[in-house]
C-alpha cells in the first residue's frame, strides 16, 4: 500500500515537472475569457498565450475590446467567463494588488501619475512590491525602513535615467511634456521589477522621433527579459518590434500569429492594418460584395 | 401581544418614520442633482421649529407662522447656494461639502446671538387633543406630522414626475452632462434643490416642535438623524430615503416599547448600523452607485 | 543638486521641530496656570487633528468621526481606571488597543464607501456612540459621566498638572516626529496614492501593488489611536468627564482645525489648533464684553466664517503660508 503511495506521488511528481516543462515558454495563459458589461459583450471567448521573453502587440479596431484584455489580466475588472493563468497561478481569482506582487505591471492609456508626488515619489511609490516596512517601521524609522528607503530610491533613479528623466526628478507631472508623462508612467511600472509589463497604447500622442525611441526602449527591456504585452492603434510600429500579433475585432480573436504571418494573410492586411483600421461591421461589408 | 400595543407601537413608527424620512428627503433632493452632502440641513430644521415657535409666541396664527418659518428656511436654503456652493461650483464635491459645514455653524451661532440658549415649544397645531381609538392613544400632533409630510411627499413626487422643471431636475440628477448639452441650466436647478431642501427641512422643523421642543443647537442632531435615513434605504432614491425613515421610525417605537428607556435609541440605532454596515449603498441602491 | 535640496528642508524642519521642543519646554516657567490649560487644551486638539490630517491630507478619506475615537480613548482609560484599578499609565495602552480593534472594525466597513459619504456616515458615527455612552450608564455614568479618575503621574515629584503639561507635549511632539517619517516614507507615499481629492487614482495604486483597502483602514485605525491617546490624557488630566464633550461638533472642530492648518502636512495639525483655540479664548474673553451677547455665539460664527473662507481662498490651508516656498515651486525648481 505505502509502495503504491510513493509511486502515486513519484508520478505525480514526475508529471508535474513535465508540465512545468512544457509550459516554461508560456508566462501567461488566457483560456477563453469572456467579459459582458449589461448586455455588451466586450470580449468574447479569447484565448492566447504570451511566451516568456516575447513582444506581443493586441491590435484591432476601437471597441474592439483590446484594454479591457489588459484590464481584466491585472485583476481590474472581473471576468464572466474564462480563466488567466501566469506562472502556474491563477489570476482571475484574486485582487489586483496581489498580481502586481506576482509580477504584472500595467502602464495606462493615459498614465495616471500621482498629480500630488513628484516624478521622483512616483517612480518611488513603483518599488512599492518588492518592499514590506509598514506603518509602524517607517513612522519609526527603523533601521529596515531606512535602508529600504535607500534602495527605493537607489532604483527609482536608476529607472529614471533609464528613461533618460534623472533631470526632471523633483517636477511634478504637470510640468512635463507628454512624452516626459508617458516615460515616467514607464519608469514607475519598471521601478515594480516586473516580469510581464502591460502597455496601453504606448505611442498614442507621440511624435515619430519619439517613437523611434520608444520602440528601441521597449526593444531593450525585452533583452533585459521582461515580458511585453502591448495594446497598439499604430498598426506598423507595434508589428515591426512584436513577436507575436493578436488581432481583435468586436471582442473575438480574428488571428494570433507572427509579424509575417499577419502581413502576408490579404483579407487581415486590407482590413486590419495599415493606415486606418476597419471595424468587423465593415468587413463584413466588405466580404458580402 | 395586545392588539392595541402593536397599534400604538405602529402609530408612534409611522409618526416618527415620516419625521425621519422629511430629514432625509432634504439630503436626497440636494444630493442627487449636486452630489453635495449639505450637513446644514438640520440647520433648516431648526430655523424652521423656532421660526414657527417665535411667531406663535408673537400672537401670529400657528398655520401662518409654520409657513413664513417654512418660507424663510427655503430661502436660507438659496442663500447657502447663492452665497456659498455657487461661488465655489468649480471647487470638488468635498470642499463644497465642507463649506455646508462652515454655514451650518454660522447658522448656529447667528440662532444663538437670536435666541439664546432657550428652549421653544409648541402646542399641537390647531391644539389638537390626544386620540383615542382602539385602544391606542394618539399625540394629537401625529395626525399633522403624518399628514404633512404625506402631502410634502405627494408634492414632491408630483413635482418630480409631471413638471417640466422636475423632469429637469431628474434629468439633472441621472446625467448633469447630458442635461447642460441640452440646455438645462444645472446651476439654476442646483438653486432649486437648495430651495426645496431649505423648505423640506422647514417643514420638518415646524412639525416637530410641538412634539420635541427646540433649541439653536438641534441642527448637527437632525442633519445626523436625517443622514441615517437616507443612508439606511439609499440617499440615492427618494423611494429609498423613505423607506429608511420608515425602517428607523418603526425601529426606534417597537424598541421605546418592549425596552428599557435609556435602551431603546441605541437598540434602534444598533439594528440599523447592521442593516447599513451589510448593504452599505442603503436598502434600495442602484447598485454600486455612490 | 537637487537632492541636497530636498534633504536639507527636512533637516531644516527637524531643527524647527528641536526649537519648538525646547520653546514648549520651557514654558511653565512663565506661563500662569490659565495660560497653561490653554496651552495644554492646544495639544489635545492637535494631536486629535494630526490623526485626521494623516486620514483626510494623506489617504483622502474625509473622516468626520475624531470624537468617537477620542471619546472612546477617554472613557477607556476612565473605566479601567475607576473600575477595574488599572494603573492609568496601562489605561492608556490598553485604550490604545480598544479604540484601535474597534477603528479597524468600524474602517473595515466604512471604508468601502466613496467621498463624501465616508464623511456622511463618519458623522453619524458621533450620534451613535452619545446613545451608548448614555444608555449603557453602569459602564459610563450615562450622562452624569464618570469622576475621580486618577492622575497620570506616577510619583509625585511635580506638581499634577505640571505632569500632564510636559507629559501631553512631549507625546505630541513624538506623535507629530511619527507622523513626518511617516508621510515622507513608503506608507506616506502609499496613503497618497489613493487621495482621489488630490490627483491619486485607486486603480492605478492597486495595479502598482497597493493594497488599498488595507492600507485605508490602517490609517482610519492610526488616526483613532491618536485620537485615543488624546482622550486617556484628556480624561487623566481632568478627572473626571462628561459625554456631552464627545459630539459632533467636536468632530467637526477638529474638521475645520485640519482644513484651517492645512491638511498636507502633520504641522498644520498644530497650527489649526493653536488658531482656533486663541480664537475661542479672545472672543470668549472680549465678544460678550464688547458687544453683549450669549457666550459661544461668536466662537461659533467665527468657525463658520473661518472655515469658508479657508477652503474658498486657501484650499491648502495655512501652512503654505508659512513654508518659504509653495509646494509646487519648490518642485519645479
Not at chain 1, 19 to 42: H, P, Y
Not at chain 1, 193 to 200: A, H, I, N, Y
Not at chain 2, 263 to 272: D, N, P, R, T, V
Not at chain 3, 137 to 149: E, K, P, Q, R, S
Request: proline content about 4%; some cysteine; hydrophobic content about 50%.
Amino acid at each position: 500500500m505505502r509502495d503504491y503511495l510513493s509511486w502515486m506521488k513519484d508520478i505525480l511528481a514526475f508529471t508535474k515537472e513535465q508540465m512545468r516543462e512544457i509550459d516554461s515558454s508560456s508566462l501567461l495563459q488566457l483560456k477563453n475569457i469572456s467579459v459582458a458589461f449589461g448586455k455588451l459583450t466586450a470580449v468574447d471567448g479569447v484565448s492566447f498565450t504570451i511566451r516568456r521573453g516575447d513582444i506581443t502587440s493586441i491590435i484591432g479596431p476601437n471597441g474592439a475590446g483590446k484594454t479591457t484584455i489588459l484590464k481584466l489580466i491585472c485583476g481590474l475588472l472581473p471576468l464572466s467567463q474564462g480563466e488567466i493563468w501566469f506562472k502556474q497561478q491563477r489570476l482571475d481569482k484574486i485582487p489586483p494588488h496581489h498580481i502586481a506582487s506576482l509580477g504584472v505591471t500595467q502602464v495606462f492609456q493615459d498614465i495616471q501619475l500621482f498629480s500630488n508626488m513628484s516624478i521622483l515619489e512616483n517612480v518611488m511609490v513603483g518599488c512599492h512590491v518588492w518592499t514590506d516596512s509598514g506603518f509602524l517601521n517607517t513612522g519609526l524609522k527603523l533601521p529596515h525602513a531606512k535602508a529600504e528607503e535607500n534602495k527605493i530610491k537607489e532604483q527609482a533613479i536608476s529607472k529614471l535615467s533609464l528613461v533618460g528623466l534623472e533631470q526632471k526628478a523633483f517636477m511634478l507631472p504637470s510640468h512635463l511634456s507628454w512624452s516626459e508623462q508617458k516615460l515616467s508612467g514607464l519608469a514607475r511600472a519598471l521601478a515594480a521589477e516586473p516580469d510581464l509589463l502591460l502597455l496601453d497604447e504606448p505611442y498614442g500622442g507621440l511624435m515619430a522621433t519619439e517613437i523611434a525611441m520608444l520602440s528601441r526602449l521597449i526593444l531593450q527591456l525585452q533583452q533585459d527579459g521582461i515580458t511585453i504585452l502591448m495594446v497598439e492603434q499604430r498598426t506598423d510600429e507595434a508589428l515591426e518590434i512584436a513577436n507575436q500579433v493578436v488581432i481583435l475585432d468586436s471582442g473575438e480573436k480574428v488571428a494570433d500569429a507572427s509579424p509575417t504571418e499577419i502581413r502576408s494573410n490579404a483579407f487581415i492586411a486590407t482590413n486590419y492594418l495599415g493606415g486606418r483600421v476597419k471595424g468587423m461591421s465593415e468587413v463584413h461589408h466588405a466580404a458580402s460584395k | 401581544m395586545d392588539l392595541s400595543i402593536v397599534l400604538q407601537f405602529f402609530i408612534s413608527g409611522v409618526n416618527l418614520g415620516c419625521i425621519y424620512a422629511a430629514l432625509g428627503l432634504g439630503f436626497f433632493v440636494v444630493y442627487s442633482v449636486t452630489r453635495v452632502l449639505n450637513l446644514a440641513q438640520g440647520e433648516f430644521v431648526m430655523v424652521g421649529g423656532m421660526l414657527t415657535a417665535t411667531f406663535y409666541s408673537m400672537g401670529v396664527p400657528i398655520i401662518l407662522s409654520a409657513l413664513i418659518a417654512i418660507a424663510v428656511a427655503g430661502l436660507l436654503g438659496g442663500i447657502l447656494h447663492c452665497g456659498v456652493i455657487h461661488p465655489a461650483r468649480n471647487l470638488s464635491k468635498a470642499t463644497q461639502t465642507f463649506l455646508t459645514v462652515g454655514f451650518a455653524f454660522a447658522i448656529e451661532g447667528i440662532a444663538l446671538l437670536v435666541w439664546g440658549w432657550e428652549y421653544k415649544s409648541l402646542p399641537n397645531f390647531l391644539s389638537t387633543p390626544n386620540i383615542h381609538f382602539g385602544g391606542a392613544t394618539i399625540i394629537g400632533q401625529t395626525p399633522w406630522v403624518t399628514g404633512i409630510t404625506l402631502l410634502a411627499v405627494t408634492g414632491l413626487f408630483l413635482f418630480f414626475g409631471h413638471t417640466l422643471q422636475g423632469k429637469a431636475l431628474r434629468a439633472c440628477a441621472d446625467n448633469p452632462l447630458g442635461a447642460k448639452t441640452i440646455g438645462i441650466s444645472v446651476d439654476r436647478m442646483s438653486l432649486y434643490v437648495f430651495i426645496l431642501a431649505g423648505a423640506f427641512g422647514g417643514i420638518a422643523g415646524a412639525v416637530i416642535t410641538p412634539l420635541t421642543m427646540v433649541s439653536y443647537n438641534i441642527g448637527f442632531p437632525m442633519t445626523i438623524k436625517g443622514l441615517l435615513a437616507a443612508f439606511v434605504g439609499g440617499i440615492t432614491r427618494a423611494e429609498g430615503v423613505i423607506l429608511g425613515g420608515m425602517v428607523l421610525g418603526m425601529a426606534e417605537a417597537i424598541a421605546a416599547g418592549l425596552m428599557p428607556s435609556e435602551y431603546h435609541s441605541i437598540f434602534a440605532m444598533i439594528i440599523l448600523m447592521a442593516v447599513f454596515l451589510c448593504q452599505p449603498h442603503g436598502l434600495l441602491s442602484s447598485s454600486g452607485k455612490t | 543638486m537637487n537632492k541636497t535640496v530636498e534633504l536639507r528642508r527636512t533637516k531644516a524642519e527637524y531643527l524647527i521641530l528641536a526649537l519648538v521642543v525646547v520653546l514648549f519646554l520651557s514654558i511653565p516657567l512663565f506661563a500662569g496656570p490659565y495660560h497653561l490649560a490653554i496651552i495644554m487644551d492646544i495639544g489635545i486638539y492637535a494631536i486629535i487633528t494630526m490623526g485626521l490630517i494623516l486620514l483626510m491630507g494623506q489617504a483622502g478619506q474625509l473622516s468626520l468621526g475624531q470624537a468617537v475615537f477620542f471619546g472612546l480613548g477617554a472613557y477607556s482609560s476612565a473605566i479601567l481606571t475607576t473600575q477595574h484599578h488599572f494603573a492609568p499609565w496601562l489605561a492608556l495602552l490598553l485604550a490604545i488597543i480598544i479604540t484601535g480593534s474597534i477603528a479597524a472594525g468600524i474602517g473595515r466597513a466604512v471604508l468601502r464607501l466613496k467621498g463624501i459619504i465616508v464623511s456622511g456616515v463618519t458623522l453619524v458615527l458621533n450620534l451613535i456612540f452619545s446613545y451608548l455612552v448614555l444608555s449603557l450608564i453602569n459602564l459610563t455614568g450615562g450622562a452624569n459621566g464618570i469622576v475621580n479618575i486618577p492622575h497620570l503621574s506616577p510619583v509625585k515629584l511635580i506638581p499634577n498638572s505640571l505632569f500632564d503639561y510636559y507629559f501631553l507635549w512631549i507625546v505630541a511632539f513624538l506623535l507629530l516626529a511619527f507622523s513626518l517619517n511617516l508621510v515622507n516614507s513608503r506608507t506616506g507615499r502609499a496613503l497618497r496614492t489613493m487621495n482621489i481629492l488630490s490627483g491619486g487614482g485607486e486603480e492605478t495604486a492597486q495595479v502598482l501593488g497597493i493594497n488599498v483597502m488595507k492600507y485605508k483602514v490602517q490609517v482610519f485605525t492610526l488616526g483613532a489611536v491618536y485620537a485615543s491617546i488624546a482622550g486617556s490624557i484628556y480624561a487623566h488630566h481632568l478627572g473626571s468627564i462628561e459625554p456631552d464633550i464627545f459630539g459632533a461638533h467636536l468632530s467637526l472642530l477638529v474638521a475645520i482645525m485640519a482644513i484651517v492648518g492645512g491638511m498636507a502636512s502633520p504641522w498644520g495639525a498644530f497650527l489649526g489648533a493653536a488658531l482656533l483655540m486663541g480664537l475661542t479664548e479672545l472672543l470668549g474673553k472680549f465678544a460678550s464684553v464688547v458687544v453683549s451677547g450669549p457666550t459661544g455665539a461668536y466662537e461659533l460664527i467665527a468657525y463658520g466664517i473661518i472655515l469658508m473662507a479657508v477652503l474658498r481662498f486657501l484650499p491648502q490651508g495655512l501652512i503654505p503660508l508659512f513654508q518659504k516656498l509653495p509646494p509646487q515651486s519648490r518642485h519645479s525648481k
